[in-house]
């Protein structure tokens, strides 16, 4: 059966919000292959992993309507990185709950770009989707990717903080950080606005 590519409706000024194609493999193996844009990833991955990746993002969002969504640039680049939403696959005490996730290659970081895609997943998620709150979470040394969810008006969750299950004790990144942001409280400028800088590293994988 073949996939559907949905745009999501609500696209930045410069960053668009699309689904997979076939052709978004190369530069996507090539974002898991920068050790540096995938060290919070326990990356980097290698091709094989990358369109094993590649395809689960794409059925999950093909299935239910939501995922993490390929971001091009329109005019510049087809293809930087992905921003979207994800039911977490493992158990921890503040699941279940949808997060809010977004990853960006390297030349496109310290643009404003994250937070750009990032607001539109937040309109999509509180609009059509309807959902009453987003969570987002990495490891504690994250600062780039928590000063963004800050920017977003998320709230950090010190109760929630937890040990990532799927990483071995002892491991440096396993130690994470919750943020929440409920519909309700999120700020105007949460789900709309012009851009500004912000990180550009996903929060977790998809």
Do not use: K
Request: glycine fraction near 12%; hydrophobic fraction near 45%; aromatic fraction near 10%.
């Amino acid at each position: 059966m073949p996939f559907s590519v949905p745009v999501l409706p609500a696209s930045g000024p410069r960053v668009q919000l699309r689904g997979w194609r076939d052709d978004d493999l190369d530069a996507f193996a090539a974002l898991d292959a920068d050790a540096e844009a995938g060290y919070w990833l326990g990356g980097p991955f290698d091709r094989a992993a990358s369109r094993a990746r590649m395809a689960a993002i794409r059925a999950r969002l093909d299935g239910q309507g939501f995922g993490f969504w390929a971001l091009e640039l329109p005019g510049v680049a087809p293809f930087i990185g992905c921003a979207g939403l994800n039911r977490p696959g493992f158990a921890a005490p503040f699941l279940p709950a949808v997060e809010i996730g977004w990853r960006l290659a390297r030349p496109y970081q310290r643009r404003g770009l994250a937070l750009e895609a990032a607001r539109q997943v937040l309109a999509h998620a509180f609009g059509p989707l309807g959902l009453p709150g987003v969570v987002a979470f990495t490891a504690i040394g994250n600062v780039r990717s928590r000063a963004l969810m800050v920017r977003l008006g998320m709230q950090h969750d010190p109760d929630g903080d937890f040990d990532h299950p799927q990483l071995p004790a002892g491991h440096p990144l396993r130690r994470h950080v919750l943020y929440r942001l409920a519909r309700d409280a999120r700020p105007a400028c949460a789900g709309a606005g012009p851009p500004a800088a912000g990180s550009a590293f996903l929060v977790t994988p998809p």
